[in-house]
Nanobody
Framework: QVQLVESGGGLVQAGGSLRLSCAASGSIVSINSMGWYRQAPGNEHELVAIITSGGTTIYKDSVKGRFTISRDNAKNTVYLQMNSLKPEDTAVYYC????????????????WGKGALVTVSS
């Protein structure tokens, strides 16, 4: 089975930086897209950023210029560098791996991590 494990969350003051990491493990052949989503209390689950295996990126408008997504295909790991953090960035951040091909089990599945809490104080 494929597992995603996030790390790097925590508490930071407004204007500070954090770097999230998400490592996928299991019998993985390839991962088409990897991304970060977030959910704040009382808010809907929303896309923050995604990156394809070819390096194409998409960002939520409110994080453009502040957040950078990157990935290491050899390590099946995706990163989210978050700079100039704002209190409204406070949320649980979830990692997603889409269209995953594996040596065992069904291909084309989507997997989610359990989430990493990011708290930005004002």
């Amino acid at each position: 089975q494929v597992q995603l494990v996030e790390s790097g969350g925590g508490l930071v003051q407004a204007g500070g930086s954090l770097r999230l990491s998400c490592a996928a493990s299991g019998s993985i052949v390839s991962i088409n897209s990897m991304g970060w989503y977030r959910q704040a209390p009382g808010n809907e689950h929303e896309l923050v950023a995604i990156i394809t295996s070819g390096g194409t990126t998409i960002y939520k408008d409110s994080v453009k210029g502040r957040f950078t997504i990157s990935r290491d295909n050899a390590k099946n790991t995706v990163y989210l560098q978050m700079n100039s953090l704002k209190p409204e960035d406070t949320a649980v951040y979830y990692c997603k791996a889409g269209l995953v091909r594996t040596t065992t089990g069904p291909s084309g599945m989507t997997y989610w991590g359990k989430g990493a809490l990011v708290t930005v104080s004002s």
